[in-house]
């Protein structure tokens, strides 16, 4: 699910002059004019209470840089192997991963796949995910040791890629190219409604970066990151418009007049025959792309919904956020981060949810959870504060006295010495 | 990337830029304190990486936020001026000038996301700080709605300048910093600060009044 609704797609709103009388509340006296020290009060940035978690994030990513740089010089060391020809199935997906599925089936490179009425995850190599949307079509392009493409030439589909991979991928539709630097996100081609409007196609990235090119334009590429997307018509016609046909129909996939690598148009491969297919394949050949019926959403891991809840925060959506760290407790309550989870939630229940009673309950379990961490001094200065609102004088004084006791030059002393006197 | 052009930056800033309240931060001796980081970080101590980090990141934020106005990747520039300052420390001539070469290796990145966000727009992209509700994201919680509006009449006409002049125009008149500072932090000479930010005035002055302290 990507938030679509949200996007205005235009240049921002431009305010001209005058626009607003009254804007701004006491704007009357200065004509009209938006005044520069609205600027100045509305942007005043406060004491970051998440420094802590800041901290972190800044560390977690030193860590992955210094990991990339490790692990290119890994495969930089591997001896390059060689690929059988063209058609070939390909070693790929884990094993571990395969076991998950329920049937397994092959896409011969090249050889595009349709969805019908329902969706369908694939995997690719290199433990590629796909979500394939209904009545969508991606085709596998081209496996080399260095990059992997995948084609969307109908309908839309979700890719998740882990970072660090050793080979590029790259995933085309029309003319847009996208390359992948370790993220999630989906493609669309959004065929013409009418005759007279056009096909679009559109990349919407929900975590990490991925880079946009036009393959006509073969200019600087685009940097799309999480919350970002980006739209633009399509240059080919639609492989059909309607939609509605069933999968199975022997047309042959329609490319944009950019397409890199041409590959012969093999007709589309009917999901029933690729089903009665799966037991023939034999178990040492692992397929190129593995075919299940979309499997019910798995427990999701802390670290996932960690990050998905800092989207979410980024992008404003604090009650998603807040759902997110509440699963991390509720799901992972022995993992080294619930802690943390808990003082976030903590922190949007009573910033932005105005639920104080709720808010203080997330303190204690957050100090409940890890005593010791080191954003505790926060959620101490917090937790009084909280209890301070709410008139609980003895919960805010023994919030305020352990925090004195253990932060005696805390950042907060001064605040919280006010508190509950 | 600039580290190393920063790195011979040697102006010593204040640390406390305009906007904020007396006595949020520690004054001079902060400096000297952070000379001893550095010297510390560099050497591979990571617990001195963190305390720079955390004595810098509201100066920095603060910075970041408010030449950008509404952006979703304001953090994002605020962490990628951190990861670029530690991991060019070495460069860095005068260890106590670190706030300001922190914030300049951050005004540069400003720059380059300003001149991006406007590509994008061009391209029909959306480059996320147009969503309306981006300004909320940024702004602080404890002003009125109108007030906030106010702001993002601002940042919009602010928008239509070319990226250096605005960043010059809001080092000038909303951080308040001399001439002779800006052109230290943008790494351009004092006669282009001078000619960015009168640009910048003269587009903005119809519409925009400057002054910062309020009328009685």
Redesign the interface.
């Known amino acids: 699910m990507s938030s679509s609704g949200?996007?205005?797609?235009?240049?921002?709103?431009?305010?001209?002059?005058g626009?607003?009388g009254g804007?701004?509340?006491g704007?009357d006296?200065?004509g009209g004019?938006?005044?520069?020290?609205?600027?100045?009060?509305?942007?005043?940035?406060?004491?970051?209470d998440d420094?802590e978690v800041?901290?972190r994030?800044?560390?977690a990513?030193?860590l992955d840089?210094r990991r990339a740089r490790t692990r290119r010089r890994l495969w930089l060391a591997l001896p390059t192997f060689t690929l059988a020809a063209a058609g070939a199935l390909i070693v790929a997906a884990s094993l571990r991963r395969q076991s998950e599925r329920a049937a397994e089936q092959a896409i011969e490179v090249g050889r595009p796949f349709e969805s019908a009425d329902a969706e369908v995850a694939l995997a690719l190599p290199d433990g590629i995910q796909v979500d394939l949307d209904r009545r969508s079509r991606v085709r596998l392009e081209s496996v080399a040791p260095e990059e992997i493409r995948v084609a969307l030439s109908k309908g839309s589909a979700r890719f998740d890629v882990e970072p660090h991979r050793p080979r590029r991928v790259v995933v085309n539709a029309d003319d847009v190219e996208v390359r992948v630097v370790g993220t999630r996100f989906r493609v669309t081609r959004i065929e013409a409604a009418a005759p007279e409007d056009e096909a679009r196609i559109e990349v919407a990235v929900e975590r990490g970066v991925v880079e946009v090119r036009e393959r006509q334009h073969a200019g600087e590429p685009?940097?799309?990151?999480a919350?970002?997307?980006?739209?633009?018509p399509a240059i080919s016609t639609g492989a059909e418009t309607g939609g509605d046909r069933a999968a199975g129909d022997g047309d042959a996939v329609s490319e944009g007049a950019g397409a890199t690598k041409p590959i012969g148009e093999a007709p589309v491969a009917p999901v029933a025959r690729l089903a009665s297919a799966t037991r023939t394949s034999s178990p040492t050949e692992i397929s190129a792309a593995i075919v299940t019926p979309r499997r019910a959403t798995t427990a999701a891991t802390a670290r996932a919904l960690l990050e998905r809840a800092q989207i979410a925060w980024?992008?404003?959506r604090m009650n998603e956020a807040a759902a997110d760290y509440a699963e991390v407790l509720d799901r992972h309550p022995a993992d080294p981060r619930a802690a943390l989870a808990a003082f976030e939630l903590g922190r949007i229940q009573m910033?932005q949810l105005g639920d104080l009673t709720a808010a203080t309950a997330s303190f204690e379990r957050a100090l409940h959870l890890a005593p010791r961490a080191s954003f505790q001094e926060d959620t101490l200065a917090r937790l009084a504060q909280a209890n301070d609102r709410l008139g609980q004088r003895a919960d805010c004084r023994r919030a305020r006295q352990r925090y004195l006791r253990d932060y005696p030059n805390g950042l907060h002393v001064a605040r919280v010495s006010d508190l509950c006197p | 990337m600039d580290g190393n052009q920063a790195g011979r930056e040697r102006v010593q800033l204040r640390v406390i830029p305009g906007g904020m309240e007396p006595g949020d931060r520690p004054g001079g001796d902060a400096s000297v304190e952070d000379a001893d980081h550095v010297l510390r970080a560099r050497a591979g101590d990571n617990r001195a990486r963190e305390v720079l980090f955390k004595r810098h990141l509201r100066m920095l934020r603060h910075r970041v936020y408010r030449l950008l106005g509404p952006d979703p990747e304001s953090e994002d520039i605020v962490q990628e001026a951190f990861l670029r300052a530690f991991s060019n420390l070495p460069k860095l001539i005068d260890p106590q000038a670190f706030g300001s070469w922190l914030s300049k290796i951050a005004v540069h990145l400003v720059n380059h996301r300003l001149r991006r966000r406007k590509l994008l727009r061009r391209l029909g992209f959306a480059p996320g700080a147009d969503r309306p509700e981006i300004m909320e994201t940024v702004a602080s919680g404890e002003v009125s709605p109108a007030t906030v509006t106010e702001a993002r009449r601002v940042y919009a006409l602010l928008d239509g300048l070319p990226a250096e002049a605005r960043v010059a125009f809001l080092l000038r008149h909303l951080e308040e910093m001399t001439v002779p500072e800006v052109s230290a932090q943008m790494g351009i000479s004092e006669r282009t600060v001078k000619r960015r930010v009168a640009l910048a005035e003269s587009r903005l002055s119809p519409f925009v009044e400057f002054a910062l302290k309020e009328r009685a």
């Open positions: 949200s996007w205005t797609g235009g240049p921002g709103t431009p305010i001209g002059p626009g607003g804007m701004g509340g704007a006296d200065v004019k938006a005044r520069l020290s609205a600027v100045a009060r509305a942007m005043r940035v406060g004491e970051p420094a800041a901290w994030a800044l560390q990513r030193m840089a685009h940097r799309l990151r919350g970002e997307r980006f739209s633009m980024r992008a404003g910033d």
